[in-house]
């Protein structure tokens, strides 16, 4: 427990971590009351909450504190499958999305997600934009310009073209029924090759219309 603040904090893994102090009020006549509150240790590595005085005649309002949120993700399936935190307080998720509408940026390797296929993605979440670190914005641009060079160069259409044909003489599809089974094997020939999967659905649309 820090004592200064009333923060909860947990080592884990060699690793400090710091739940902030809640806020802890309650709300009638228009008014709101905050009560004194903080975080106590319990037997078995236990911990809880102890309230001062409060109306229990009211709800009693325990908000956690959050350092910053965002929004993450489009109208389909999407997962996250990691996440880590920088020493400047960024988060970088790393997952996997079905989103044609996936939130991204306007230089985002890819800003707009693939139809008929599932896209692995990378995001890295900051608010130096807003809270007007301009220094910050500036290295933060440097970085994304290391890692753009790092992603395989897409799949021109021609490949793509040539990919798909060789997946319906391999499928021996004839006609939209077989679809699936061509996208299947046009993709496992681009793989690595970070072909869009609109682009080869479109391709393998008019090849077999």
Known sequence: MDAASGDLLLEVGGE???QQKPVVYQEGN?????????????????????????????????????????????????????????TAGNAYVTGQTASTNFSTTPSAFQPS???????AFIAKIG?????GREELVAKEREEIAVIEEYPPQAASREEIEEAV??????????SMKEMGA??????????????DGRTVSEVVKAKLS
């Not at 309230?51 to 504190?65: F, M």
Request: hydrophobic letters at 40%; charged letters at 20%.
């Open 30 to 86: 228009g008014e709101r009351r905050e009560v004194e509150s903080g975080y106590v240790q319990k037997g078995g590595g236990r911990v809880g909450f102890v309230v001062g005085e409060y109306d229990a005649s009211r709800a009693l309002i325990i908000d956690p504190v959050l350092a910053y949120s965002t929004y993450l993700g489009g109208s389909s399936d999407d997962s996250g499958r990691g996440i880590a935190v920088d």
């Open 113 to 119: 997600g693939a139809a008929s296929s599932i896209d």
């Open 127 to 131: 608010s130096y934009l807003v809270s």
């Open 165 to 174: 044909s060789a997946a319906i003489a391999e499928t021996g599809a004839s």
């Open 182 to 195: 061509v996208m299947k094997a046009a993709q496992a020939r681009l793989a690595g090759r970070n072909a």
């Open 16 to 18: 400090t971590l710091r």
